[in-house]
């Protein structure tokens, strides 16, 4: 896996079980995503695996983070409607926000039916 110019492997491991399985062209799109963007991105989640514990709660336990199609940046106010901006743009079709309270970010990902929605 090349994780290219701004990211590494230990940024997008799982923090249940320590594998790192993402989908290649997901991370190409994530380094165009960053290189428009003009400022560090900060990953909180990116692969999962199926026993991951925000996996299990899942019917099939087969979200989006599993399949290495998934990451979920760190950012809040301008900076994350800048950032929304450039991923809807560029053709990302998932895209989750939660931006209240705590722990806020952007969820972003290559679905093959577009959804949007917020936690």
């Not at 491991?13 to 062209?25: A, I």
């Not at 450039?86 to 970010?105: E, Y």
Request: contains cysteine; hydrophobic residues 35%; positive net charge.
């Amino acid at each position: 896996m090349n994780f290219g110019k701004y990211f590494t492997e230990a940024e997008f491991k799982c923090k249940h079980c320590g594998k790192c399985e993402m989908d290649q062209e997901f991370l190409d799109k994530i380094n165009k995503l960053r290189e428009e963007y003009g400022q560090p991105l900060v990953v909180t989640s990116g692969y999962r695996c199926p026993e991951h514990p925000a996996e299990r709660i899942k019917v099939g336990r087969s979200g989006m983070h599993t399949t290495g199609k998934a990451a979920d940046f760190a950012v809040l106010g301008s900076a994350a409607m800048d950032l929304l901006s450039i991923a809807l743009k560029q053709g990302f079709t998932g895209i989750g926000v939660q931006q209240k309270g705590g722990g806020r970010f952007i969820h972003l990902d290559t679905r093959d039916i577009p959804a949007i929605w917020s936690y």
